[in-house]
């Protein structure tokens, strides 16, 4: 497996993102290019939780006691916000529209529990995943680029932290949709997302139990089958009154003179009639109201949400790869300390997702010496839109010299994803099913190993009848005979497609 210092390395190479972590003296007498060294060294060492003693301690020409110093003096949260920034910016520049799609602007948001020691004021006992520690708020786009993070308590407000990262997140993204789980909504949060410019997009865990408000008072028999859903009137009087304080509180927290903790805050328990309060509720049930006729009404939006969740929670599964050492807990009960080592793994994970992305695109894989694109700039893998950002871990070579080559665990596995196919031959993979039986045969046995595969896989769209015993056996037997594949393939295509269907997948 390729080494996270290795991709960490060259994304640096590429974007130079290290040049945004500055001394905090006035001056700096050590060499450029040990400096560097040595920052990567930290960053490694603080995003893996392995340790700066640990990392130390191996092969890499360095001391401790230098480690620690460069630690020291050039890392903190804002010069790593700012090379997280660049990062992600990075990434929006080498993406391909036709891979990707134009520029997105819709992300997902979801908290993740670490571990941590527990004699400091942010470690809290979380009482759903059990255990101290504290929470990691993440903001990811939906291919699959993390634009900001937070640290936050276990009992903190996720619509606080949700709020934070669409306002404050420093990219060149411009927000206007964002997915989250149920409790990262309320009618609050649907109010103020609506007031800044965007839309919240929940995925409802108690959809069944949810009520529409009526628009107007007056018309209780209108809507004859919605009758058992409705409820009250808005009450659009008292919006009116209190339109000033709520445009104050929207003011303030785009302009940040105010943090929307903060602001929550005043809204507790305690203070449930003060008027701003219930006419933010009475705008978010509005707000709701809208969304829930468009989330039940059609298929997209609930499909839309269910896949822009599913790429935060494939982040979350990456973090614990990454974040290995001392059992993923934070080893520290420092807050500044905590926070780095946050954003340490956050710049890491995004430099996974760049090399990623120079991988899959086409011009970005020729400048980083990928095999498998040819000179038309057709793509390494045809079905790359499948796989974008979804394996921030793929296996891959990365060296000092910029070279990348894909690595996979088996012969098979790099048959079925690594596919030579030209934009040509995909276009004429079309035409392929009238031809012929001996017309195929003659056809597939003049392209490689790689294309064959690829092939055979687009042929398999049609019926789904499944193959008697004896057929079967002798599809599992040609799998491994590398030069029939495609012949095998065709050949019980025109009988039992079906069968092949699931077998490609």
Known sequence: MTSLLDILKETDLRINFSDNLRSVATREVIDPERLRKRKLLCLYALATNLG??????????EEHEDLVYVFERWFSKEQLRKAIAEIVNGILAVRQPWIWGEATTACASDSKKFGAWDQNLMTEWHARYGGPGIMIYWHVEKNAASVFSQLKRCSSSEVAAMIEGVLHHCTQIQIDRQYVDTHGQSHVAFAFTYLLGSRLLPRLKDIGHQKLYRPAAGEPDAHE??????????????????????????????????DAETILRRFTRDNLQHPTYLALVELGRAVKTIFLCDYLGSEEPRREIHEGLNIIELWNVVNGFIFCGRAGELATNRREHQAISMLCLHLLQNALVYINTLMIDPEGARGAGVEGVDETGGPACPYAADSRACEPLRQLSVGSGATARPRYRTKRAHDRECGSLTKTRFEQERSTMSMSFEELEAEALELSLEERARLAKRLLDSIDEPPAADEAASIDQAWYEESEIVVVAIAHHRRRPGYWQRRLK
Request: proline share 5%; glycine share 6%.
């Open 225 to 258: 089958r919605l009758q058992p859903i409705l409820t009250r009137p808005i009450n659009w009087d008292l919006i009116r009154q209190q339109y000033d304080e709520i445009i104050k509180l929207a003011t303030a927290l785009r302009l940040g003179t105010a």
């Open 52 to 61: 700066i003693k640990r990392i130390a301690a191996g092969d890499q020409g």
